[in-house]
């Protein structure tokens, strides 16, 4: 049931970011809902939102096949790759049925109309016997030559990886308020915390005391008439994954405020 339940996680969330994001009119969209992209191969699963590609902006998620199914087959002419299109609605109502489930299947399929479907079967629990459940997402074939233009952009690694707060509540009214005054755009400044009055040693991924290193995070928004900044100190550096060490300085980058506070909005 925990792999059914992380991909809903992030289906939710792609869903949230979709709905906050100013979209085109649907007469502009072919009347096409939002969906999702599905690029299986036999080693991942990833998912691609490209509602915000028109700014651009992507959004993707990842995971391990071996850890997200127990039994996997994958076979296709482009060298067992297949990409697929689906509506994020149907995704998320499908793996929210599924959700409690021990074991779901899911296979690639052509519907009763012959349009191919991803199939999905699952048991639920009952009272006295458990139910058997069959439900079919519409899914479109991407064609091999616009799959591969579908690619993850090339980006350099991160120079710090900061968690955040579990709860994301104060952070977001900060930026609601930047919001109210008219600022437009946000300076993010992020850099390690100071241990025994120098700057913690970036090679090392625990402090002084034994602890992960520390890191605080800064935003700043001008407006015309006013300028809102807040910290937030004492966030964990997160150094997994990473193959170089953080800078000893800080990094600024400027974003755009509601694109930022979009993204925030897609995560509860």
Avoid at 38 to 62: I, M, P, Y
Avoid at 67 to 79: A, N, P, T, V
Avoid at 166 to 175: N, Y
């Amino acid at each position: 049931p925990g792999s059914q339940a992380m991909v809903l996680h992030v289906l939710q969330a792609l869903q949230r970011l979709e709905r906050a994001a100013e979209r085109k009119p649907a007469a502009q969209r072919n009347g096409a809902p939002p969906s999702v992209v599905l690029k299986l191969t036999q080693e991942s699963f990833a998912l691609c939102h490209r509602g915000g590609a028109d700014e651009g902006s992507q959004t993707w998620s990842h995971f391990q096949t071996n850890r997200l199914f127990q039994e996997y087959r994958i076979e296709s002419k482009r060298q067992n790759q297949i990409d697929l299109e689906a509506p994020i609605a149907n995704l998320v109502h499908v793996f929210h049925s599924c959700a409690s489930s021990d074991r779901t299947t899911l296979r690639l399929a052509n519907g009763r109309d012959g349009r191919p479907i991803l199939g999905f079967e699952f048991a639920l629990p009952g009272n006295v016997a458990d139910h058997r459940v069959e439900q079919e997402v519409p899914v479109r074939v991407i064609p091999e030559t616009e799959a591969e233009t579908i690619r993850e952009p090339p980006l350099p690694e991160p120079e710090y990886q900061i968690e955040l707060p579990s709860s994301l509540a104060r952070l977001k009214s900060v930026l609601e308020k930047m919001k109210a005054v008219g600022a437009q755009h946000i300076l993010v400044e992020a850099a390690q915390e100071k241990a025994g009055g120098a700057m913690a040693n970036p090679a090392s991924t625990m402090s002084g005391n034994g602890g992960p290193c520390r890191a605080w995070l800064k935003l700043v928004a001008e407006a015309e008439l006013v300028t809102i900044a807040s910290t937030f100190s004492s966030l964990t550096l997160v150094m997994e994954g990473k193959t170089t060490t953080p800078p000893e300085g800080p990094v600024r980058l400027f974003l755009s405020l509601r694109r930022l506070a979009e993204v925030l909005a897609a995560f509860q």
